[in-house]
């Protein structure tokens, strides 16, 4: 059985930090590619950051260039977001993703909230 558990969220002040983590099992974690989304309520879920299993390359949304660090531990089967300067506009449910021989798998949600 796949499973993604998301940690990490919580309440943060605006140019604040956090890191998010998601623990997977029951797939080849290094053949995965790993992503990060994001969703608000009524709103489509969006991606915010990607990282391949090949070479580990990175993609991200405009808007957390430079702010957002995606990467990934193999040896643990866990990937992050480090996410620095926070704005409010950052709030929501953060759903991690994976991509593995065609299977796709979601994780449960971790919810950010940022606010003074």
């Known amino acids: 059985q796949v499973q993604l558990v998301e940690s990490g969220g919580g309440l943060v002040q605006p140019g604040g930090s956090l890191r998010l983590s998601c623990a997977v099992s029951?797939?080849?974690?290094?053949?995965?590619?790993m992503s990060w989304y994001r969703q608000t309520p009524g709103k489509k879920r969006d991606l915010v950051a990607l990282?391949?299993?090949?070479?580990?390359?990175?993609t991200y949304l405009d808007s957390v260039k430079g702010r957002f660090t995606i990467s990934r531990d193999n040896a643990q089967n866990t990937v992050y977001l480090q996410m620095n300067n926070l704005k409010p506009e950052d709030t929501a449910m953060y759903y991690c993703?994976?991509?593995?021989?065609?299977?796709?798998?979601w994780g449960q949600g971790t919810q950010v909230t940022v606010s003074s």
């Open positions: 029951g797939l080849p974690f290094d053949r995965a590619t």
């Open positions: 990282i391949t299993w090949l070479d580990s390359a990175t």
């Open positions: 993703y994976a991509v593995n021989s065609q299977k796709t798998y």
